[in-house]
């Protein structure tokens, strides 16, 4: 049963960077394809950044650009690198692999 954990989240300024984190169990394979979904209030989540096993990465076109996905199957650690940080980032920010959502880690830009 994968476990997925976040966090990194905080608040900052408008053009200002963030890094999420997402520490996942020694036992989810290797080459799954793993994401980041972001969800406003009041609305579903949507698709950020993904990564497959292979290292291939895939971005929404509002954060292409400016967020980039990463992994280190050795710390078991997936990455969220959000650069030129815009107020419409502004939401929480899951993971997910194998079906399996984290709690969320809370983006706020102001």
């Known amino acids: 049963h994968v476990q997925l954990v976040e966090s990194g989240g905080g608040s900052v300024q408008a053009g200002g960077s963030l890094r999420l984190s997402c520490a996942f169990d020694?036992?989810?394979?290797?080459?799954?394809?793993m994401a980041w979904f972001r969800q406003y209030p009041g609305k579903q989540r949507e698709g950020v950044a993904y990564?497959?096993?292979?290292?291939?990465?895939t971005y929404a076109k509002s954060v292409k650009g400016r967020f980039t996905i990463s992994k280190d199957n050795a710390q078991n650690t997936q990455f969220l690198q959000m650069n030129s940080l815009k107020v419409e980032d502004t939401a929480m920010y899951y993971c997910?692999?194998?079906?399996?959502w984290g709690r969320g880690t809370q983006v706020t830009v102001s």
């Open positions: 997910r692999a194998l079906g399996v």
């Open positions: 020694a036992y989810t394979p290797a080459n799954v394809r």
């Open positions: 990564i497959d096993g292979d290292g291939t990465t």
